[in-house]
């Protein structure tokens, strides 16, 4: 049903023409990564539009958010209208313009609506009633760009170790993404900042996640990676039900970075044994809570980025005493 929408959807933008006509679909999140527990009805849809080069310039001292500006003569001269006084590639003008699109051609879609805009997301959020749960689906403007990665990235994704230098070698190859996400922490809120997502290595991770090329092929040896990363998502899920104003700050991701630098840490699928999976989730959730409690926690790509800043430090140390608490008592929320 997701992808019924939403290439019917993609197929409309496209005959338009204009602007938005290059964009392909790239499925992300946990639903796509296998890592989905509980009943699928939140999904991302990356929307990719390709861009040749262009000049990056840091908005703030993380290294993961940046002001885009054309190079010289650019090939993608149908995006100049997007273009804000300085020059910059405005993300917000971008996004409302695909809004626009979008909410005018859902009504063509049976049982779909657009939800109202939250303030900051990069997301447009479809709303497909379909009983009997209705199903959210994120929709992220993504560019596509042909050109290395940033200096910011230059001391992170640590993989050597667990998935090897070649590895390292070819993922650092791939194109960079840049998602239409507002930073915060501009003294003057424009809209017209990006922020960098390596979704699409993420999901080649989370695929090819043993260090061993066989681990969890049909023939090799079973290993739990997979298995804590879902058991401490659903705990985190399960968590944010029960306190959603105290939790809001926390998402997923959090989890999905710990679990990356857990995987760097115990590099060997020994480490990982299917039959030691409750060691294994402990030692997970021990790191875990370790980052929670001193509210750091470095992106896997952008080691200088904090996602844990002083913002999130009473939602950190309350989610670290409540998962204490379900640790101390055998998991009673499970």
């Known amino acids: 049903l997701v992808n019924r929408v939403t290439l019917k959807l993609i197929e409309a933008i496209r005959s338009q023409g204009g602007s938005f006509s290059s964009i392909k679909q790239l499925n992300a999140g946990s639903y796509y990564e296998h890592v989905k527990i509980s009943e699928p009805n939140e999904f991302d849809i990356m929307l990719l539009m390709p861009v040749v080069r262009l000049h990056l310039e840091k908005s703030d001292d993380t290294g993961a958010y940046y002001y885009l500006r054309f190079k010289r003569n650019p090939k993608e001269k149908y995006l100049?209208?997007?273009?804000?006084?300085?020059?910059?590639?405005?993300?917000?003008?971008?996004?409302?313009?695909?809004?626009?699109?979008?909410?005018?051609?859902?009504?063509?879609?049976?049982?779909?609506?657009?939800?109202?805009?939250?303030?900051?997301?990069?997301?447009?959020?479809?709303?497909?009633?379909?009983?009997?749960?209705?199903?959210?689906?994120?929709?992220?403007?993504?560019?596509?760009?042909?050109q290395s990665w940033p200096p910011s990235t230059q001391d992170g994704l640590k993989i050597e170790e667990w998935l090897g230098r070649k590895v390292k070698k070819n993922y650092r190859k791939e194109p960079l993404y840049l998602v239409a996400k507002q930073n915060k922490k501009e003294k003057v809120l424009k809209g017209n900042t990006w922020r960098l997502s390596f979704s699409h290595i993420e999901k080649k991770m989370l695929y090819n996640h043993g260090n061993t090329k066989t681990c969890c092929e049909s023939n090799g040896v079973k290993c739990c990676r997979k298995a804590c990363l879902k058991l401490l998502k659903y705990l985190l899920e399960r968590l944010k039900m029960k306190y959603p104003e105290k939790l809001e700050k926390i998402c997923s991701y959090y989890v999905k970075t710990a679990f990356f630098h857990s995987c760097a840490t115990w590099p060997s699928d020994r480490d990982w044994h299917m039959g030691d999976l409750e060691h294994c989730f402990q030692r997970f959730l021990k790191n875990f809570l370790d980052f929670l409690q001193r509210s750091h926690l470095p992106h896997f790509f952008i080691s200088q980025y904090n996602l844990l800043g002083p913002e999130d430090k009473a939602s950190s140390h309350f989610l670290s005493r409540q998962i204490n608490y379900e640790w101390n008592n055998g998991f009673p929320i499970f």
């Open 80 to 146: 100049t209208k997007f273009l804000d006084e300085e020059e910059k590639l405005s993300a917000s003008k971008m996004l409302d313009a695909l809004r626009e699109i979008i909410k005018r051609e859902v009504r063509n879609i049976p049982d779909v609506t657009v939800k109202r805009k939250k303030p900051g997301s990069p997301a447009i959020t479809l709303l497909i009633t379909n009983p009997p749960a209705d199903i959210s689906v994120d929709i992220i403007l993504t560019l596509k760009v042909q």
